[in-house]
């Protein structure tokens, strides 16, 4: 089952041959589902982490905390140059959700031995785990912010190779790739201001 809705967007997973505290997953993400990381929220957790909390900022109060306002700060830093963009964020993308799906086994397996000793230990553990791996998924995206920001600032792309920009032999930054604008960009401007700057000479 996948459910969209304004800021956020989820898909729920349901075992029945699991107990009903550790079964039932909400791989849940803010903003929408392309740019989004889906982060395992267990359905028994009794907290709700920090990053999703209410009233860590709403749609007109801004927060560095929320993770539906850093993912909308990258968001809307990839719509506009998508196609040079959008590789870096996939590649955070598929790293975090390739790291939560490769512990969900031993996670369960862990939940489930808690589990058959006290339900209660393990909906603790479970409140735990999720929260841990939403704040992770909030700290690793907002450092993917500042990546976007300092790799495409001004329009140019700083070269950088895995991760870690490349500075030339003095140790200041290098030359950038200055790709410039899309062709229909170009194509608008001209026909948008016509002969307004036409010179003859």
Known sequence: MNVL???????????SWLPNPIGGVLWFGTDDADQTVFTPMYCSI?????????????????????????QNWVSN?????????????????????????????????????????????????????????AQYAFD???KLGEFLVIKYMDGIVRKEKDG????????????????????DFYQRVVKETGDKYKVLY
């Open 46 to 70: 009794t907290e709700v982490p920090e990053c999703y909390r209410e009233g860590n900022g709403d749609l007109y109060t801004f927060s560095w905390t929320s993770s539906f306002w850093i």
């Open 164 to 183: 870690e920009f490349i500075r030339n032999e003095h140790g200041k930054s290098s030359s950038p790739q200055r790709v410039g604008y899309p062709a």
């Open 77 to 133: 830093m990839v719509y506009n140059k998508y196609e040079y963009m959008h590789p870096d964020l996939e590649k955070v993308q598929k790293e975090l959700e390739g790291k939560f799906f490769a512990e969900q086994d031993n996670t369960e397996k862990e939940a489930l031995e808690l589990y058959n000793k006290s339900p209660e230990q393990a909906v603790q553990f479970l409140t735990k785990y999720s929260g841990t791996q």
């Open 5 to 15: 809705l304004l800021g956020f967007v989820f898909t729920a997973q349901m075992r």
């Open 140 to 142: 690793k995206w907002k």
